[in-house]
């Protein structure tokens, strides 16, 4: 079947304007997660859900950032008053168990948006 | 990452065996992965081992973990040049009960002929 998507797979913004980033799980999933990952370095966790309901958004960097998941299936990450710092791959991924269980050990990524604000 | 440390680079001739190495700080992480990333693609899991595993073979992969120094490593025998890739060292310490994994911050892995 069809893996995680991600659109735009390229978004190139202007300071101080919006971005809605989306995610396209595998059908089914129960959980999904957003990661930004900085070049040269590991993708760093951002927020989850499972089915619609937001889990965690510890990771979110500030109150400019926050996701949506709202009938359980695709999600979109939106970034208000976009900042230069906040270029980077913007990774999604899902996970058919809940991630509170010992089964959920694999998470199939996307293949990331590149943002860059300019 | 910074409670995943990976060393950044690594070369290797075809045909060679690869190791990478990873150091992480969280004792009572309950799994560990290895996932590799290709240019343009998302990351893809290669292995995991549990915490109360020291090693798991998989074809041409072997995964050692020794618990008591935080160290795992993942062994690729007879490397070919498609193994060139970024490879993520990742713990999923259980805090709160939600298995998040944390990534370290990738090796590159260069397989020249």
């Known amino acids: 079947g069809a893996g995680v998507s991600q659109s735009p797979r390229y978004k190139v913004t202007k300071r101080g304007q919006d971005v809605a980033l989306r995610c396209d799980p595998i059908s089914g999933h129960v959980s999904l997660y957003w990661y930004r990952q900085a070049l040269g370095q590991g993708p760093e966790f951002l927020t989850y859900?499972?089915?619609?309901?937001?889990?965690?958004k510890s990771g979110l960097p500030n109150d400019r950032f926050s996701a949506e998941r709202p009938e359980g299936s695709i999600s979109t990450l939106t970034i208000q008053r976009t900042e230069q710092r906040d270029s980077a791959m913007y990774r999604c991924?899902?996970?058919?168990?809940?991630?509170?269980?010992?089964?959920?050990?694999?998470?199939?990524f996307g293949p990331g948006t590149r943002l860059t604000v300019t | 990452g910074e409670d995943v440390e990976q060393s950044l680079f690594l070369s290797v001739r075809e045909g060679d065996s690869s190791v990478i190495n990873c150091t992480y700080t969280?004792?009572?992480?309950?799994?560990l992965y290895w996932y590799k990333q290709e240019p343009g693609a998302g990351l893809q899991l290669l292995t995991y081992i549990f915490s109360n595993m020291d090693m798991k073979q998989d074809q041409r992969l072997t995964v050692l973990l020794n618990k008591k120094d935080k160290h795992l490593s993942l062994r690729i025998a007879d490397t070919q040049t498609g193994d060139s890739a970024i490879y993520f060292c990742a713990e999923t310490p259980p805090s709160g009960g939600s298995y998040i994994p944390t990534f370290g911050r990738g090796t590159s892995l260069i397989v020249h002929p």
């Open positions: 859900f499972n089915y619609e309901a937001q889990q965690d």
């Open positions: 969280d004792s009572s992480s309950t799994y």
């Open positions: 991924a899902s996970s058919f168990p809940p991630p509170d269980t010992m089964l959920s050990y694999e998470q199939y």
